[in-house]
């Protein structure tokens, strides 16, 4: 019995190291024409690097988990910041960053329910980004009355920092 399992799993360690495995085959070339063109760009290959993308949701978990300074790291010398009520931020990442803090000490507790994300490399331009749509729950100190928003966020990544990002929230 042992000489015919040995056989066996020998004959299946063959039969795989001999299989032929296709090369992925190139995305099909899109000659489509559209009702409207794109401001920025249409010229996207998904997925890009999820190298990106686990970056990004780290820096989501240590927001959610008030660990603020460890975000540095993966952020770039200045950032740029775009929030959902109309904020406007460009400068560097401790101003950023006390701004995070700021934000977050005023909560009891946070937790993003994250729908799902995508990373994309925008080839005209030769940028990365990384998509993330979530639902935001917020447990503020004062109020006391959780808040939830559907929320999307677009980060922009450079030599493996956050150089930009950008947030859109659904009203109410």
């Known amino acids: 019995m042992k000489k015919f399992l040995f056989l066996?799993?020998?004959?299946?360690?063959?039969?795989?190291?001999?299989?032929?495995?296709?090369?992925?085959?190139?995305?099909?070339?899109?000659t489509l024409t559209y009702a409207y063109k794109?401001?920025?760009?249409?010229?996207?290959?998904?997925?890009?690097n999820p190298v990106n993308a686990q970056k990004v949701l780290q820096v989501w978990k240590m927001f959610e988990t008030a660990n603020?300074?460890?975000?540095?790291?993966?952020?770039?010398?200045?950032?740029?910041?775009?929030?959902?009520?109309?904020?406007?931020?460009?400068?560097?990442?401790?101003?950023?960053?006390?701004?995070?803090?700021?934000?977050?000490?005023?909560?009891?507790?946070?937790?993003f329910d994250i729908v799902m994300w995508q990373s994309a490399h925008i080839n005209d331009k030769n940028e990365d980004w990384v998509n993330i749509w979530s639902r935001e729950r917020r447990y503020p100190k004062k109020r006391g009355k959780a808040d939830t928003v559907l929320m999307q966020e677009n980060w922009q990544v450079k030599s493996g920092k956050v150089v930009a990002f950008d947030q859109y929230v659904a009203k109410k």
């Open 8 to 30: 066996a799993v020998s004959a299946a360690v063959l039969a795989a190291c001999n299989s032929k495995t296709e090369p992925a085959a190139a995305p099909a070339k899109d």
């Open 38 to 48: 794109a401001t920025y760009s249409s010229d996207i290959t998904v997925p890009g």
């Open 68 to 111: 603020i300074q460890a975000m540095k790291p993966y952020f770039a010398d200045s950032v740029k910041y775009d929030d959902a009520s109309g904020m406007h931020f460009y400068g560097p990442t401790e101003k950023l960053l006390a701004y995070a803090k700021k934000d977050i000490d005023g909560l009891d507790s946070m937790r």
